[in-house]
């Protein structure tokens, strides 16, 4: 089943995909003429070719993938203008105090407030805290905030802002393209939604997750986290899959084509082009960890 998959992972063209990744980079509000190149670009590329190869393999036709893709190359870009300084002062401020990071976080320690309000609760309970970290507490320290507890709201307004560049490039955006960038924060947004949709959002954040773990670079500059490796990759994957996050189906899927050497080039890649003997040895293992 994999020979149908291309060796690139990608069922866009090179030339839609650097349109795409564009719009990553965000003219920066205070300091006119510059812009803030997209942080999660590599992050968000590597993450959409696991993902199309994922689909594929359980079996979504070609134009779904085609579109699956493309919503999986800007599943960040709500994060487009993250400003690394300032939005990790606050979030490693915010992780050391116990402060919820998520929206569905926010909404079990602070079930008052209003759903889709997590920003503007957390910026009235922490402003003077801020101020006191020296933050200055601005629109542009509050959009930081918005990058992660309004995370929907941010990309939305994104995307509507370049849905019609999409249009002219012949890609349509679909509701369902938003729906599955947004289950990794808003899982019940897609309590509705027809079964292939939702896993499409599953792959995504099964192969974003182990992206994420594999790319030392961005979780210690995200984190203060240094220690990222394959083996907690996949222990993660699995407490999402007893939360009910992820599916049996998926994760089987993702430690299969894993197992088979279907990223390394890719998981390499996110750890500067090396993966060490012992990376290697778990990988492999995975193939016979799997039923599927
Ligand atoms: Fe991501």
Same mark, same amino acid.
């Given at each position: 089943m994999?020979?149908?998959?291309?060796?690139s992972l990608?069922?866009?063209?090179?030339?839609?995909?650097s349109t795409?990744?564009q719009?990553y980079?965000?003219p920066?509000?205070?300091?006119?003429?510059e812009i803030?190149e997209?942080?999660?670009?590599?992050?968000?590329?590597r993450t959409?070719k696991?993902?199309?190869?994922?689909?594929?393999?359980?079996g979504h036709?070609?134009?779904r993938?085609?579109q699956?893709?493309?919503?999986?190359?800007l599943?960040?870009?709500?994060?487009?203008?993250?400003?690394?300084?300032l939005?990790g002062?606050?979030?490693?401020?915010?992780?050391t105090?116990g402060?919820?990071t998520?929206?569905?976080?926010?909404?079990?320690?602070?079930?008052?407030?209003?759903y889709?309000?997590e920003?503007?609760?957390?910026w009235?309970?922490y402003?003077d805290?801020l101020?006191? *970290?020296g933050? @200055?507490t601005?629109?542009w320290? %509050?959009?930081q905030?918005?990058? /992660? +507890?309004?995370y929907?709201?941010? $990309?939305?307004?994104?995307?509507?802002?370049?849905e019609?560049?999409?249009e002219?490039?012949?890609?349509?955006?679909?509701?369902?393209?938003?729906?599955?960038?947004l289950?990794?924060?808003y899982?019940?947004?897609?309590d509705?939604?027809?079964?292939?949709?939702?896993e499409?959002?599953?792959i995504l954040v099964a192969?974003e997750?182990?992206?994420a773990?594999?790319n030392?670079?961005?979780?210690?500059?995200?984190?203060?986290?240094?220690?990222?490796?394959?083996?907690?990759?996949?222990?993660?994957?699995?407490? *999402?899959?007893? @939360?009910?996050?992820l599916?049996? %189906?998926?994760?089987?899927?993702? /430690? +299969?084509?894993?197992?088979?050497? $279907?990223?390394d080039?890719?998981?390499a890649e996110?750890?500067?082009g090396?993966?060490?003997?012992?990376?290697?040895?778990?990988?492999r293992?995975?193939?016979s960890?799997t039923s599927?």
């Open positions: 994999t020979s149908s998959i291309p060796t990608l069922w866009l063209s090179e030339s839609t995909v795409l990744l719009y980079d965000y920066h509000p205070e300091n006119p003429g803030i997209g942080y999660d670009k590599h992050h968000a590329l959409a696991m993902c199309a190869a994922v689909a594929k393999h359980l036709d070609d134009e993938i085609r699956y893709q493309t919503a999986c190359v599943h960040d870009m709500g994060r487009a203008g993250l400003d690394q300084d939005f002062k606050i979030w490693t401020w915010a992780r105090e402060i919820p998520r929206p569905a976080e926010w909404r079990d320690v602070h079930p008052e407030t209003t889709g309000n920003t503007e609760a957390f009235t309970l402003l805290q101020q006191e *970290l933050i @200055k601005e629109a320290a %509050k959009e905030v918005e990058m /992660r +507890l309004g929907a709201r941010r $990309l939305s307004r994104l995307i509507k802002q370049v019609p560049k999409l002219q490039d012949g890609i349509q955006w679909f509701d369902w393209m938003e729906l599955v960038t289950y990794y924060y899982p019940e947004k897609l509705a939604a027809p079964e292939w949709v939702h499409l959002g599953e192969c997750q182990l992206e773990y594999s030392r670079e961005r979780g210690s500059d995200y984190y203060n986290r240094s220690d990222e490796n394959f083996i907690d990759a996949f222990k993660y994957l699995e407490s *999402l899959k007893d @939360k009910g996050q599916s049996d %189906k998926v994760l089987s899927a993702v /430690r +299969l084509l894993t197992g088979q050497g $279907l990223f080039t890719i998981l996110a750890r500067d090396q993966l060490s003997d012992k990376d290697l040895d778990y990988l293992s995975l193939e960890q599927a």
